[in-house]
């Protein structure tokens, strides 16, 4: 509970003017590459090869003669629209990016950088973490709309190699039964995801005390913590909107 | 001028800082000495305000930074150079990037203003020349230099150098204090060196406070703390063979 007071005090300290916008633009740039553009890798193999299990585990149970023939790619995109895409990757981004932020900063913290920001009359937190949240806030949509494409288009490759569907019966399902709304959900979530990774990771960062240790105890912490953070602002998100 | 008025600050059952007050003059290296563990960084984190004092008064130039909100800190932060012990250079910036740091925050110089006072600033430390280089790619005695460029970047009106010559060969300790009590007197700053090297004490201490038990113990000069009979000081000056041969041949001399 006192972490949890702490989260919130510092998160009023983030969200403060900061000292030069020209500044804050400039790492928010830094930002949007490290936490976005180099994530593209990861999130790109990771969709393809999740598109292609979803697709093939769900062909593999499609003994029924009364399934048409379309629902393999129905459930592929519903499935990754709805969950894979906005969670799974929001999970792995929590891992690859809530690590990284933690130990930049904790590391930062523990090698007296911060106390030099802050006796120079800088606002750290607002200037370590304001464009980190910003880039995840606006990026992480991106990653995910990215995802979700490569996830579908992964899908259509294992099936296709494997012969087990045609590429018309595989469209006809991604496009039967699609609701825009799905897309709208799946965002809302990914950005509530972004937010969390970022300021999570930033708070066990941001207050590590002791040394090289500490900060690599603060960086699974990190990760832990958020990716239960995930898991709650799921089910609650997933009550609120779609329920 | 810094004052520090009736000072205590405990952490939990911890009582570090007991009641202390000094003052610490302008266009003078005031040197903060004591054994490990004795609250003279607590006291100087207080003095900045990275620790929050429990009761008492920090003024600079009269204005009492313990009342002052987070902005009003700022401003006052804004006239504090500070010299890390571990030298706390950024380390995804050059040499130029970590000196032009304060002045792209906190001031309206062009570029080219800012460049000159780059060059100026790493000229004064003997760095010229060294604006594109990494802190990784420089040694201990370098990373300490740029700190002290850093430091004075923004013409301040107060330094504050937490060991300076920690980790620094003996030759380059003696640079570094040179090179603290020149800008000292060339600029007119209150100049606050927290140290427990005798060597900075008997070269650079134009004023000297001894904290000892979270308490300001004793209050001299570079001069004084060699002859005080006071025996808590006794034991931390004399404590290397050194000095101990010093005293016995200052003793014979006496006879």
Same mark, same amino acid.
């Given at each position: 509970?006192?972490?949890?007071?702490?989260?919130?005090?510092?998160?009023?300290?983030?969200?403060?003017?900061?000292?030069?916008?020209?500044?804050?633009? %400039?790492?928010?740039?830094?930002?949007?590459?490290?936490?976005?553009?180099?994530?593209?890798?990861?999130?790109?193999?990771?969709?393809?090869?999740?598109?292609?299990?979803?697709?093939?585990?769900? *062909?593999?149970?499609?003994?029924?003669?009364?399934?048409?023939?379309?629902?393999?790619?129905?459930?592929?995109?519903?499935?990754?629209?709805? %969950?894979?895409?906005?969670?799974?990757?929001?999970?792995?981004?929590?891992?690859?990016?809530?690590?990284?932020?933690?130990?930049?900063?904790?590391?930062?913290?523990?090698?007296?950088?911060?106390?030099?920001? %802050?006796?120079?009359?800088?606002?750290?937190?607002?200037?370590?973490?304001?464009?980190?949240?910003?880039?995840?806030?606006?990026?992480?949509?991106?990653?995910?709309?990215?995802?979700? *494409?490569?996830?579908?288009?992964?899908?259509?490759?294992?099936?296709?190699?494997?012969?087990?569907?045609?590429?018309?019966?595989?469209?006809?399902?991604?496009?039967?039964?699609?609701?825009?709304?799905?897309?709208?959900? *799946?965002?809302?979530?990914?950005?509530?995801?972004?937010?969390?990774?970022?300021?999570?990771?930033?708070?066990?960062?941001?207050?590590?005390?002791?040394?090289?240790?500490?900060?690599?105890?603060?960086?699974?912490?990190?990760?832990?913590?958020?990716?239960? *953070?995930?898991?709650?602002?799921?089910?609650?998100?997933?009550?609120?909107?779609?329920? | 001028?810094?004052?520090?008025?009736?000072?205590?600050?405990?952490?939990?059952?911890?009582?570090?800082?007991?009641?202390?007050?000094?003052?610490?003059?302008?266009?003078?290296?005031?040197?903060?000495?004591?054994?490990?563990? !004795?609250?003279?960084?607590?006291?100087?984190?207080?003095?900045?305000?990275?620790?929050?004092?429990?009761?008492?008064?920090?003024?600079?130039?009269?204005?009492?930074?313990?009342?002052?909100?987070?902005?009003?800190?700022?401003?006052?932060?804004?006239?504090?150079?500070?010299?890390?012990?571990?030298?706390?250079?950024?380390?995804?910036?050059?040499?130029?990037?970590?000196?032009?740091?304060?002045?792209?925050?906190?001031?309206?110089?062009?570029?080219?203003?800012?460049?000159?006072?780059?060059?100026?600033?790493?000229?004064?430390?003997?760095?010229?020349?060294?604006?594109?280089?990494?802190?990784?790619?420089?040694?201990?005695?370098?990373?300490?230099?740029?700190?002290?460029?850093?430091?004075?970047?923004?013409?301040?009106?107060?330094?504050?150098?937490?060991?300076?010559?920690?980790?620094?060969?003996?030759?380059?300790?003696?640079?570094?204090?040179?090179?603290?009590?020149?800008?000292?007197?060339?600029? !007119?700053?209150?100049?606050?060196?927290?140290?427990?090297?005798?060597?900075?004490?008997?070269?650079?201490?134009?004023?000297?406070?001894?904290?000892?038990?979270?308490?300001?113990?004793?209050?001299?000069?570079?001069?004084?703390?060699?002859?005080?009979?006071?025996?808590?000081?006794?034991?931390?000056?004399?404590?290397?063979?050194?000095?101990?041969?010093?005293?016995?041949?200052? !003793?014979?001399?006496?006879?």
């Amino acid at each position: 509970m006192k972490n949890i007071g702490k989260y919130i005090l510092m998160l009023k300290v983030v969200f403060t003017k900061p000292n030069k916008w020209r500044v804050f633009f %400039e790492r928010l740039i830094e930002e949007l590459n490290g936490i976005g553009i180099n994530s593209l890798p990861i999130v790109a193999l990771m969709s393809a090869f999740m598109g292609g299990v979803i697709a093939l585990q769900t *062909a593999s149970n499609m003994s029924s003669p009364l399934l048409p023939a379309y629902t393999i790619g129905y459930i592929t995109q519903s499935s990754t629209i709805l %969950e894979f895409s906005p969670t799974i990757i929001s999970l792995i981004l929590a891992g690859k990016i809530g690590s990284n932020i933690a130990s930049e900063i904790g590391t930062m913290r523990v090698t007296e950088q911060i106390d030099a920001l %802050e006796i120079m009359g800088v606002n750290s937190l607002n200037f370590l973490v304001l464009p980190k949240i910003t880039a995840a806030v606006l990026f992480f949509p991106i990653l995910v709309i990215f995802s979700m *494409a490569l996830s579908m288009f992964g899908g259509w490759m294992s099936l296709v190699l494997s012969d087990l569907s045609t590429t018309e019966e595989y469209v006809l399902g991604l496009r039967t039964f699609f609701d825009p709304f799905n897309i709208k959900y *799946a965002l809302t979530k990914t950005v509530v995801f972004g937010f969390l990774i970022v300021s999570v990771s930033s708070f066990y960062g941001y207050y590590v005390t002791g040394g090289s240790l500490d900060v690599g105890r603060a960086s699974t912490q990190a990760v832990v913590s958020s990716s239960v *953070a995930i898991l709650i602002a799921n089910f609650l998100l997933t009550q609120m909107i779609l329920l | 001028m810094v004052e520090v008025i009736n000072v205590n600050k405990s952490f939990g059952e911890n009582h570090v800082l007991d009641d202390v007050s000094a003052q610490f003059e302008k266009g003078k290296v005031n040197l903060i000495i004591g054994q490990s563990g !004795q609250g003279k960084s607590v006291l100087a984190k207080c003095m900045v305000g990275l620790h929050e004092v429990d009761s008492g008064q920090i003024l600079y130039d009269g204005r009492d930074f313990t009342q002052l909100n987070r902005y009003e800190r700022s401003k006052i932060r804004q006239e504090i150079g500070m010299l890390f012990q571990g030298s706390a250079l950024f380390d995804s910036m050059t040499v130029e990037g970590n000196i032009m740091f304060p002045l792209i925050m906190f001031t309206k110089m062009t570029k080219g203003e800012m460049k000159k006072r780059v060059d100026f600033c790493l000229e004064r430390v003997n760095l010229s020349g060294k604006n594109n280089l990494f802190p990784s790619e420089c040694s201990g005695g370098m990373q300490k230099r740029i700190g002290i460029a850093r430091a004075i970047s923004m013409n301040p009106q107060y330094l504050y150098c937490d060991e300076p010559n920690s980790g620094l060969d003996p030759q380059t300790s003696i640079l570094i204090d040179g090179l603290i009590k020149d800008i000292t007197s060339e600029y !007119q700053m209150t100049t606050i060196v927290i140290t427990h090297d005798m060597n900075s004490v008997i070269e650079i201490g134009d004023s000297v406070i001894f904290i000892y038990e979270g308490k300001n113990w004793w209050q001299g000069n570079r001069e004084s703390i060699i002859t005080t009979d006071n025996p808590e000081i006794g034991n931390f000056v004399y404590a290397s063979q050194f000095m101990k041969d010093i005293r016995t041949s200052m !003793q014979e001399k006496r006879g």
